[in-house]
């Protein structure tokens, strides 16, 4: 299972559904992959617990001895302390507070283990393996739920003074724009994300408004998500529409701020909205050409994300290698 002279790394993503464990390559390639629920509700050391099995069932699927691992990356959703391995605070765990994740699994597996959040994993992912290979200079988003980023620079992921760079869903938008659910008002994932498309078209509905997600609904309008709002919009319902071109000029707006900010090379899109395809990023990219700078504006290309799902365990796993790396080279 060895490639070159590195084994393999065990990369998580740690989310608040499911945890995927996989056994990874230095080429990218998962040649084994385990999961479980998370049942976040359960509390921090019963996740942990899940997290462990996981992590034992993908190593052993992969034929391969814990001892074997070069190390284990962990990505995960929230304000994560990567020098320390410690999650501070995490949407997708709401009881996880200064959680010593990384030395815990240390501790207990006996690998050296690295945490990084999961949407620069993903940035990482797609910049060595996906949409963003040979590009130095790119910024990732996932757009989904809610919106998280990644930003490398010069080949680099950019991490920031405690790790916490990227969150580019929480930049303000809007100033008395509605309430996000990191507690302020107006930003880009209250605006943008697959939950402020399904909440504007329940809005608009609740006013008296016609529409045919009403009927692929089934009237039951508590399960209007996104994705339903996407296939009204396909079968060209004008409210429909109508509400995700609204969804594509804020998430324009925040991409233009990104454009004159970094002057990257490539954005690329990743997350459920991004399967929205052109009908999401081509207003987007209007919004970016009329609202950047021009030189940056031509520069740059807005792409869809490429490796789907598997962005943030790639990922973990480059992060792990290079961590590794780092370590062995400071030796």
């Given at each position: 299972m060895q490639e070159g002279s590195r084994g393999p790394v065990l990369a998580v993503d740690l989310g608040g559904t499911k945890i995927i464990a996989a056994a990874v390559l230095p080429s990218g390639k998962i040649v084994s992959r385990n999961y479980c629920l998370t049942l976040a509700?359960?509390?921090?050391?019963?996740?942990?617990?899940?997290?462990?099995s996981a992590v034992n069932g993908a190593t052993a699927k992969a034929k391969l001895k814990t001892s074997?691992?070069?190390g284990i990356g962990i990505a995960a959703a929230g304000i994560l302390d990567t020098e320390k391995g410690i999650i501070t605070t995490s949407p997708n765990l709401p009881d996880w507070h200064d959680v010593p994740l990384g030395d815990i699994l240390a501790d207990r597996l006996g690998v050296a283990?690295?945490?990084?959040?999961d949407a620069s994993a993903a940035a990482l992912g797609e910049h060595r393996f996906g949409a963003g290979k040979r590009v130095d200079n790119l910024v990732y988003l996932t757009v989904s739920t809610g919106i998280g980023g990644g930003i490398i620079t010069n080949g680099k992921l950019y991490s920031g003074a405690n790790g916490c760079a990227g969150e580019i869903g929480h930049m303000t938008i809007e100033a008395h724009g509605p309430q996000c659910n990191c507690g302020n008002f107006g930003c880009l994932?209250?605006?943008?994300?697959?939950?402020?498309?399904?909440r504007e078209a329940v809005?608009?509905?609740n006013q008296g408004e016609t529409s045919s997600i009403a009927q692929l609904a089934e009237a039951r309008l508590e399960t209007i998500t996104a994705e339903t709002v996407a296939l009204a919009a396909r079968q060209g319902d004008h409210l429909a529409c109508d509400v995700v071109t609204k969804a594509a000029n804020y998430l324009g707006i925040g991409l233009a701020n990104l454009v004159n900010i970094f002057n990257p090379e490539l954005i690329v899109i990743g997350g459920g909205l991004s399967k929205m395809g052109d009908m999401l990023l081509e207003p987007a990219r209007k919004v970016?050409?009329?609202r950047a700078f021009q030189l940056p504006a031509r520069t740059v290309r807005i792409v869809r994300a490429r490796l789907g799902s598997n962005?943030?365990?790639?990922?973990?796993?480059?992060?792990?290698f290079e961590q590794q790396l780092d370590r062995n080279t400071e030796a």
């Open positions: 509700d359960e509390g921090p050391e019963a996740v942990i617990n899940r997290l462990l074997e691992l070069t283990t690295y945490l990084i959040n994932e209250a605006l943008a994300s697959g939950t402020a498309v399904a809005r608009r509905l970016v050409k009329e962005a943030g365990i790639v990922g973990a796993a480059v992060h792990t």
